[in-house]
Nanobody, 127 residues
Framework: QGQLAESGGGVVQAGGSLRLSCAASGRTISLYGMGWYRQAPGKEREFVAAISWTGGSTYYTDTVKGRFTISRDNVKNIVYLQMNSLKPEDTAVYFC????????????????????WGQGTQVTVSS
């Protein structure tokens, strides 16, 4: 089994940008679907973005489309989430996710595809 470690969170003003990183150890990400989820206080964890194991397909929840971009660097074993035009409602703990098996798909409507989670990184957007 491998581990996922998120970084890049912090406090930013509305309209600002952050780039989150998810570094994988112990298991390559290159054959795995990867994704980002977030959980705000008092709310359930929700899907944010995902990228297929080929890198050829990306998926976003409607509220972040056009503002967030997910990407992957299989050589560095890192997945990124570039977040622009941040809003106070983006405030949450952001979690990295890796698919349970290689070559498997990613799904917006279920977390059953996730095999590994990171510990999360806090993103706070002030108004």
């Amino acid at each position: 089994q491998g581990q996922l470690a998120e970084s890049g969170g912090g406090v930013v003003q509305a309209g600002g940008s952050l780039r989150l990183s998810c570094a994988a150890s112990g298991r390559t990400i290159s054959l795995y679907g990867m994704g980002w989820y977030r959980q705000a206080p008092g709310k359930e964890r929700e899907f944010v973005a995902a990228i297929s194991w080929t890198g050829g397909s990306t998926y976003y929840t409607d509220t972040v489309k056009g503002r967030f971009t997910i990407s992957r660097d299989n050589v560095k074993n890192i997945v990124y989430l570039q977040m622009n035009s941040l809003k106070p409602e983006d405030t949450a703990v952001y979690f990295c996710a890796r698919s349970r098996r290689p070559y498997s798909g990613v799904y917006q409507d279920s977390t059953s595809w996730v095999g590994d989670w990171g510990q999360g990184t806090q993103v706070t957007v002030s108004s």
